[in-house]
């Protein structure tokens, strides 16, 4: 009896720090949030620039855990959050969740023939749980 006891106490103590957000680098500037729609409009107004964009995580990285993805409209091209390899791993389990992205709006070539498309090179990450 004492058993079950102490099992749900320590799952009480535990639930908060399992469902705390996970972050990377510096903070996320939340105050000032850009949409991920507004850069595709007009990419050349934000290149280079620092911003902070939210969105659902579509796709990560497998490999090197180096990328993730945000949703965007389907006539969109992809928007990228990408880092060095190594300078932070992107867990799978991001897949579906919110995140929030800190950093410089950059080209990302998709290749010769094929329109460029955006991406930011992150200061600071923040996946919601």
């Known amino acids: 009896m004492l058993k079950p006891l102490l099992l749900s106490a320590a799952l009480l103590v535990c639930s908060p720090l399992?469902?705390?957000n996970i972050t990377f680098g510096d903070t996320v500037n939340k105050q000032q949030v850009t949409a991920v729609a507004?850069?595709?409009?007009?990419?050349?107004?934000?290149l280079e620039q620092t911003v902070t964009v939210v969105g659902e995580v579509t796709g990560v990285c497998s490999k090197q855990n180096c990328w993730m993805t945000l949703a965007t409209a389907e006539d969109e091209p992809r928007f990228r959050i990408k880092v060095r390899d190594g300078d932070m791993l992107f867990?799978?389990?991001a897949k579906g969740k919110t995140a929030y992205a800190t950093g410089?709006?950059?080209v990302?070539?998709?290749g010769e023939g094929n329109a460029?498309?955006?991406q930011l090179v992150p200061?600071?990450?923040?996946i919601a749980e």
């Not at 507004?38 to 934000?46: M, V």
């Open 18 to 20: 399992l469902a705390a």
């Open 38 to 46: 507004q850069i595709l409009t007009k990419p050349a107004d934000y």
């Open 91 to 93: 867990p799978l389990s």
């Open 104 to 106: 410089v709006v950059k």
């Open 108 to 110: 990302w070539s998709q």
């Open 116 to 118: 460029d498309a955006y």
């Open 123 to 126: 200061t600071a990450v923040e």
